[in-house]
């Protein structure tokens, strides 16, 4: 972020933390910040040397030690080009370094857990519905609603991009662009590392597949819909499979590995895993194309272990918008909307950050944002103001103080 004024850089990093922090804690609205504003605990929390506010210049602003709503509202609404000049928006965002943060901070955290072999970047596309008629809205027919696309990628938990777009557009639009400012970093943070890409059949498209065997030189695990070519390349495995079902009562999967190319669309042939499946409600065929080969990667892992995997791709974009809020896009224009995603998905850094460090070894450590929340975060105690010190007095029946000691603990040991 950018201010008209340079000597107040101390008063937007207030603003962020004020912001991520509330997000992280639970307050969605920026109505919630009226009475936050009061409280001295959350104010040294943001790190104000004044967390009652009594030292204010002005005696309006007395008693409270941080911004209200109004503030925080013309802070949000800052646009990417517009002029710091304006009486209203004197802060405006640099997106593209705020695009850059979220990547780093993702890469610093995964550095410090140590470089693994192997690492999965899952893309995915989602809908975040719209109740009014902001800028960039359209109707989107696959979720029968007025909607946002946003794009997300994520390496694990580990937030890599999340952007905000228009629903008019294919939902793998920009996905290399994306990619591109991604994967050198990755390279960068964590040498030697073998790259894999996760998508569902919105990222099958020659145009990516090309790109990342290319031009990135990293292999990929892709969903690829059904079709009458598919499916009778797996004929006999699916006939097997009902016959077992029947045999047996029980669900029957059976894998085949094939080489195929479309007819008009693809430039090579390519690998596809083929599962043969029968359930209870019928016959169940999917498909996954790779560009993993044999013998290292067999049929069954690269189907069980690799593509099934990336369904917790669905519970990281969950705990986006059902515990920190980032479909919580109600301003008329997409630029601010896309600041509240962001911020937005630096609480979900902040809050994975505490899985991954402070709660590690804990019954907790793969907790959702929102029970970290309720848990560790929503405690009630008694709140006192030295001259000095805010002392914070908690209950000793506190159910969670086992692993709220040891996570301060651990954080105690990465402190730098």
Excluded at 333 to 343: D, G, M
Aim: aromatic share 10%; hydrophobic share 35%.
């Amino acid at each position: 972020m950018k201010t008209a004024f340079p000597s107040s850089a101390t008063a937007i990093v207030d603003l962020l933390c004020h912001r991520i922090f509330g997000i992280a804690l639970g307050y969605e609205d920026l109505n919630d910040h009226d009475e936050l504003r009061t409280d001295p605990g959350y104010a040294a929390i943001v790190g104000k040397s004044d967390p009652t506010g009594s030292d204010r210049s002005r005696d309006r602003d007395r008693g409270y030690a941080l911004a209200g709503s109004s503030t925080l509202n013309r802070f949000e609404l800052g646009s990417e080009d517009g002029s710091a000049s304006n009486r209203y928006r004197k802060i405006v965002g640099e997106f593209s370094e705020i695009e850059e943060l979220i990547t780093e901070l993702s890469l610093e955290q995964m550095a410090l857990e140590g470089t693994p072999p192997m690492i999965f970047i899952d893309a995915d596309a989602t809908d975040d519905p719209l109740h009014g008629r902001q800028e960039g809205r359209f109707f989107h027919g696959y979720y029968d609603s007025y909607c946002y696309l946003p794009l997300y990628i994520f390496s694990g938990d580990y937030l890599l991009c999340a952007k905000l777009r228009p629903s008019k557009i294919d939902a793998c639009d920009g996905v290399i662009e994306e990619l591109k400012r991604i994967i050198p970093r990755i390279r960068e943070k964590l040498p030697g590392v073998k790259i894999v890409f996760l998508g569902d059949s919105g990222f099958c498209r020659e145009e990516i597949l090309s790109w990342l065997q290319d031009e990135a030189h990293i292999d990929y695990v892709i969903d690829m819909a059904k079709n009458n070519r598919l499916l009778k390349k797996i004929s006999a495995e699916l006939e097997e499979a009902e016959k077992i079902y029947d045999e047996e009562g029980k669900p029957c999967r059976i894998f085949k590995g094939f080489y195929y190319m479309t007819r008009n669309s693809w430039s090579r042939y390519r690998r596809v895993i083929g599962k043969a499946e029968h359930l209870e409600k019928g016959s169940n065929p999917r498909f996954v194309l790779t560009s993993l080969v044999m013998p290292e990667y067999s049929p069954e892992m690269i189907y069980e272990e690799l593509y099934c995997a990336r369904g917790e791709m669905e519970n990281r974009i969950k705990e986006q918008q059902l515990c920190l809020f980032a479909d919580r896009t109600s301003t008329h224009w997409l630029s601010s909307n896309q600041l509240r995603v962001w911020l937005s998905g630096i609480a979900y850094i902040l809050l994975n950050a505490m899985r991954s460090f402070a709660l590690k070894g804990t019954e907790m450590a793969r907790a959702r944002c929102d029970s970290i929340r309720l848990k560790l975060f929503k405690i009630g105690a008694l709140v006192r103001v030295s001259v000095r010190r805010v002392y914070l007095t908690m209950s000793s029946s506190y159910p969670y103080k086992t692993i709220f000691e040891m996570a301060y603990l651990n954080l105690q040991k990465i402190r730098v």
